[in-house]
């Protein structure tokens, strides 16, 4: 027997988003008549909008019972928005999607049907872009890298052009909850998690209404996250480096002397000193930044605060 993908909680993180709401959710309701057959709840989960997203959220709960929202005190990221909302979910099914309309409702329904297809087995299905149209080349190829450099050193494989758009099922939300970082990285803990998945692909959507809340720095730090949540691997590089370093000075700390009782000392030298100390100056910070993201996580966590806070939930 089939197992029916009865009841869904659609998770909707929005930021400022006044001009797309009611557009997802009519492009959400009339795609497919299937909703209308499920047993749905949409969570808005509004992360301290400075725009009027709420009262856009407030006007669709006058004509559907089924739409909840979560208000947040102020803006804590997507990441916490998306924690929030699978904590509020009730569904045995649950999907988080962006509220630009760049996840296209239609996929949901593909990954729906997929879901009833292997009678549950599959317990995560993922939207993944088959390609970064609409990106800067500088970005894609920065993202590009950033995912070689992810699976060169951390134990957690990330797949590029992969998205926060999927189905998942009770099982995977219960787990995705247990981990408890304070940095959370969900790209990283949706892989941590396990379970069997399947990637579905899609031609990516560019963005309508509003802006994209990605700057350049955001990216970056958000890379960054991404490989010290899951990896100390660069610590590691770290300590292979000193050694090298150590080796290498030592060999020629050996050679200085011996040149020096054989040769004498014609006190040149002074290009090479300058060289090896901004070199090893240059090093060591870097070095030490390094070290300083691991205790800054380490601080961040032991601090234990919660990831945000609901103002209050509708
Ligand atoms: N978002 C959020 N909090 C933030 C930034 C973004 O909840 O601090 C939401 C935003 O409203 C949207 C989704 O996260 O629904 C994705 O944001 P965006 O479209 O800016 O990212 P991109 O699609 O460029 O990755
Ligand atoms: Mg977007």
Same mark, same amino acid.
């Given at each position: 027997?089939?197992?029916?993908?009865?009841?869904?909680?659609?998770?909707?993180?929005?930021?400022?988003?006044?001009?797309?709401?009611?557009?997802?959710?009519?492009?959400?309701?009339?795609?497919?008549?299937?909703?209308?057959?499920?047993?749905?709840?949409?969570?808005?989960?509004?992360?301290?909008?400075?725009?009027?997203?709420?009262?856009?959220?407030?006007?669709?709960?006058?004509?559907?019972?089924?739409?909840?929202? +979560?208000?947040?005190?102020? $803006?804590?990221?997507? *990441? @916490?928005?998306?924690? &929030?909302? %699978?904590?509020?979910?009730?569904?045995? =099914?649950?999907?988080?999607?962006?509220?630009?309309?760049?996840?296209?409702?239609?996929?949901?329904?593909?990954?729906?049907?997929?879901?009833?297809?292997?009678?549950?087995?599959?317990?995560?299905? +993922?939207?993944?872009?088959? $390609?970064?149209?609409? *990106? @800067?080349?500088?970005? &894609?190829? %920065?993202?590009?890298?950033?995912?070689? =450099?992810?699976?060169?050193?951390?134990?957690?494989?990330?797949?590029?052009?992969?998205?926060?758009?999927?189905?998942?099922?009770?099982?995977?939300?219960?787990?995705?909850?247990?981990?408890?970082?304070?940095?959370?990285?969900?790209?990283?803990?949706? *892989?941590?998690?396990?379970?069997?998945?399947?990637?579905?692909?899609?031609?990516?959507?560019?963005?309508?209404?509003?802006?994209?809340?990605?700057?350049?720095?955001?990216?970056?730090?958000?890379?960054?996250?991404?490989?010290?949540?899951?990896?100390?691997?660069?610590?590691?590089?770290?300590?292979?480096?000193?050694?090298?370093?150590?080796?290498?000075?030592?060999?020629?700390?050996?050679?200085?002397?011996?040149?020096?009782?054989?040769?004498?000392?014609?006190?040149?030298?002074?290009?090479?000193?300058?060289?090896?100390?901004?070199?090893?100056?240059?090093?060591?910070?870097?070095?030490?930044?390094?070290?300083?993201?691991?205790?800054?996580?380490?601080?961040?966590?032991?601090?234990?605060?919660?990831?945000?806070?609901?103002?209050?939930?509708?």
């Amino acid at each position: 027997m089939e197992s029916k993908a009865e009841s869904l909680s659609i998770i909707v993180p929005c930021y400022n988003e006044e001009e797309n709401i009611q557009k997802f959710y009519e492009t959400l309701i009339n795609q497919n008549d299937d909703i209308k057959k499920l047993d749905y709840e949409i969570i808005f989960v509004d992360d301290g909008s400075k725009d009027s997203s709420i009262l856009e959220v407030k006007k669709l709960q006058k004509i559907d019972s089924k739409v909840r929202l +979560i208000k947040f005190s102020r $803006n804590f990221g997507k *990441e @916490s928005a998306m924690l &929030a909302g %699978l904590k509020a979910s009730k569904k045995n =099914l649950v999907t988080i999607m962006d509220c630009d309309l760049q996840d296209p409702p239609s996929l949901l329904f593909e990954m729906l049907k997929i879901y009833e297809e292997n009678n549950g087995k599959i317990k995560m299905i +993922i939207a993944k872009r088959k $390609n970064r149209a609409g *990106e @800067s080349k500088i970005r &894609a190829y %920065l993202s590009n890298l950033f995912y070689r =450099l992810n699976n060169a050193i951390s134990k957690v494989r990330l797949v590029s052009g992969v998205r926060d758009f999927r189905l998942m099922s009770r099982e995977v939300v219960e787990s995705i909850i247990q981990m408890n970082e304070y940095h959370r990285f969900s790209k990283a803990i949706f *892989e941590f998690v396990g379970y069997e998945k399947r990637y579905l692909e899609y031609e990516y959507i560019s963005r309508t209404q509003g802006v994209s809340k990605w700057s350049f720095m955001n990216l970056f730090s958000y890379g960054i996250e991404g490989i010290i949540s899951f990896s100390t691997a660069p610590l590691k590089i770290i300590t292979i480096i000193g050694f090298l370093i150590f080796l290498i000075s030592s060999i020629y700390g050996f050679y200085i002397i011996i040149s020096t009782l054989i040769f004498g000392n014609p006190v040149k030298g002074y290009p090479s000193t300058i060289v090896l100390i901004s070199f090893f100056g240059g090093l060591q910070i870097i070095m030490l930044g390094i070290i300083g993201e691991y205790i800054a996580r380490i601080y961040e966590q032991g601090k234990n605060r919660p990831h945000y806070f609901i103002e209050y939930e509708d």
